[in-house]
């Protein structure tokens, strides 16, 4: 059974401050990893997209990938109320993606 | 971006009756969609794999009799769960992937209700 596992939250973060979220995987297969992230009754929107090992950033979001610890991370610097929502993490290949249970972030202003 | 658009966004049914739920990829061709299943507080489940032209792959535990999956043409795939319980009721989301590309591409999501 390919899992990915996420802390389910809530995660609080005071506004200003970097929020760090956390992603492990057991399929050693998995090629490609996916942060989404989920506003309550929306579906959900690609934020980060990271392939190989290392750091990948793209504004105030950085996504890590360590494949030999099967481990990706998603780090959120200057975190803004608009932040709040649900992450889910995504892991796969040929589109057909493994989400998991996804975690609940809330900055707090 | 690619946009995958899909419709209805809400439904209210009566227990028993049929719902049909319709995905479009709008500005580039799909050979494959997903469906996924999302009850509340809870992740994304994928339903089935639905390929253009030929017949649906459902994952484990998924009724195909009950959750009919059509995908006759390069931008559509349509799902009709038929006769319908409370039990079925969930956001229902679609994706699909431009070819080529790794990214999938969300459509806006159903969310059931079966009273």
């Known amino acids: 059974q390919k899992e990915v596992e996420q802390n389910s939250g809530p995660l609080s973060v005071p506004e200003g401050a970097i929020a760090s979220l956390n992603c492990t995987y057991s399929?050693?297969?998995?090629?490609?990893f996916f942060w989404y992230r989920q506003y309550s009754g929306k579906s959900p929107e690609l934020i980060m997209s990271?392939?190989?090992?290392g750091d990948k950033e793209d504004g105030r979001f950085t996504a890590q990938l360590n494949k030999a610890s099967q481990y990706v991370s998603l780090l959120i610097r200057d975190s803004q109320p608009s932040d709040s929502a649900t992450y889910l993490c995504a892991g796969g290949g040929a589109q057909k993606l493994v989400f998991g249970q996804g975690t609940r972030l809330t900055i707090n202003p | 971006g690619a946009v995958v658009s899909q419709h209805p966004s809400r439904v209210i049914c009566k227990s028993g009756t049929s719902v049909k739920i319709e995905c479009r990829s709008l500005d580039f061709q799909a050979t494959t969609m997903f469906w996924y299943r999302q009850f509340p507080k809870q992740s994304l489940m994928l339903m089935a794999t639905?390929?253009?032209?030929?017949?649906?792959?459902?994952e484990q535990g998924v009724e195909k009799d009950k959750f009919l999956i059509n995908h006759a043409s390069l931008t559509l795939s349509t799902l009709t769960v038929t006769s319908a319980h409370p039990e079925d009721s969930s956001f229902y989301i679609c994706s699909a992937g431009d070819r080529g590309r790794e990214k999938l591409f969300f459509g806006s999501g159903t969310q059931l209700s079966v009273l």
């Open positions: 990271i392939y190989s090992n």
């Open positions: 399929d050693r297969g998995s090629q490609s």
């Open positions: 639905s390929n253009e032209g030929s017949k649906a792959t459902y």
